[in-house]
Structure formats: C-alpha cells, structure tokens
Antibody
Framework: QVQLVQSGAEVKRPGASVRLSCKTSGYTFANYFLHWVRQAPGQGPEWMGMIDPSDATTTYAQNFEGRVSMTRDTSTATVSLELSSLKSEDTALYHC?????????????WGQGTLVTVSS | EIVLTQSPGTLSLSPGDRATLSCRASQTVGSGFLAWYQHRPGQAPRLLIYGASRAAGVPDRFSSGGSGTDFTLTISRLEAEDFSTYFCQLFRGAPPPFGGGTKVEIK
C-alpha cells in the first residue's frame, strides 16, 4: 500500500533553516508529483509547492519563493523540503502529499505530518 | 487567485445527525475540480471526495454537491469517527487553494 512517512518534529530558532523528509513506498516514485502543504495553528492548509520526481522539476508557491527548496532522492524514493530564514509564523504542521496522476493537484495520499516550531 | 471560504467554522452535532458543510469560492469554478478532505488530529489527512466521486473506501454517507461558487459536503448520518475537521480544495492548478476548514464536534 502507498505510504508516506515523514521525519520527526523540529524546534528551530528564528533565522535558522529546517530540512524535512518524506519517504515514500508502495508505488512507482517517478510517476507522481509530490507536494508540500502546511497548516499553521488555527488556519487552513497552505500549499507550498511540488516536485516532479521524474526530473526534479519544482514549482513553488509565490509566498515561499526564495526561501524554499524541494529535492528528491530516487535511490530512496524520498523527497525533502528545506525552508530557510524561519520566522515564528512558520510554526506549523508540514505534510507531504502525493498527487493523483493526471490530476496532479489532487492530493490522494498524505504523510502524517511534521511539526515545526520556531521559537526563540 | 481563487479564495475558498468554508462555513461554519465549527458545527456542533450529535451522532446520527445530518451534517452540511459549505465551501464558497470567490469566483466560479468547475465542480469537477473541488475536493474534500478529512483530517483527524494526529493522523494524515484523508481524501474523501473529488468532484462527484468518493475516494476508495469512503462510506456512501459522504456526498458532495453544488456548482458555480457554492459547494457542500454532506454527511447523512454522523458516526463517531466522523467528528473531525474537514477542508475543501480546488485542484485545478497551481496554486491549489484550500478552505479554512470546518470542525465537526460532538454536541
């Protein structure tokens, strides 16, 4: 079965960077886009961007351009998210999610989430 | 950019009740591109409905409706596991907007 397993919780200082990982299994890694979505406390989900695992092409949300990077490792079927220049407003639950094939932005499978806390 | 607004923020109901959740778009969208997800605390979000179709394994007490700018998710008879947070999403392209969510809580 399809699984997306995310790395553990992180606590960071403002200005630092954080790197999260999402290990996938149960399907052909190259065939589906992987997305990152975050949800801050009391707010709705926010799409951060996506990566095409077949060629590592990325598309980022405008809100995160310049401080987000998404990469993939085909040998381990893992995608990673790096977010830099962290602010307290980046405190959120970060999810990876797999797209639905032709419906690239339909998020069919999700990881359990990684809590990132940014605090001085 | 399209904005999705969900209402109410919280819905207080009893098991067996019917739940109707609203998702309003800031401009006309195709109903075939609207999805609904369930998110229980501590769990991965779950795709429930996309367009008019239920995702695999989703019980038929969940249904969707609407067109244009106004869409609904209906849970015909609430069961214990349905008390959760639900959010809508437009999956037509980048960036895919999400609604702010509706929490269905036990009254």
């Amino acid at each position: 079965q399809v699984q997306l397993v995310q790395s553990g919780a992180e606590v960071k200082r403002p200005g630092a960077s954080v790197r999260l990982s999402c290990k996938t299994s149960g399907y052909t890694f190259a065939n589906y886009f992987l997305h990152w979505v975050r949800q801050a406390p009391g707010q709705g989900p926010e799409w951060m961007g996506m990566i095409d695992p077949s060629d590592a092409t990325t598309t980022y949300a405008q809100n995160f351009e310049g401080r987000v990077s998404m990469t993939r490792d085909t040998s381990t079927a893992t995608v990673s998210l790096e977010l830099s220049s962290l602010k307290s407003e980046d405190t959120a639950l970060y999810h990876c999610a797999r797209g639905g094939g032709t419906a690239q932005f339909l998020l069919v499978y999700w990881g359990q989430g990684t809590l990132v806390t940014v605090s001085s | 950019e399209i904005v999705l607004t969900q209402s109410p923020g919280t819905l207080s109901l009893s098991p067996g009740d019917r739940a109707t959740l609203s998702c309003r778009a800031s401009q006309t969208v195709g109903s075939g591109f609207l999805a609904w997800y369930q998110h229980r605390p501590g769990q991965a979000p779950r795709l429930l409905i996309y367009g008019a179709s239920r995702a695999a394994g989703v019980p038929d007490r969940f249904s969707s409706g609407g067109s244009g700018t106004d869409f609904t998710l209906t849970i015909s008879r609430l069961e214990a596991e349905d008390f959760s947070t639900y959010f809508c999403q437009l999956f037509r392209g980048a960036p895919p907007p999400f609604g702010g969510g509706t929490k269905v809580e036990i009254k």
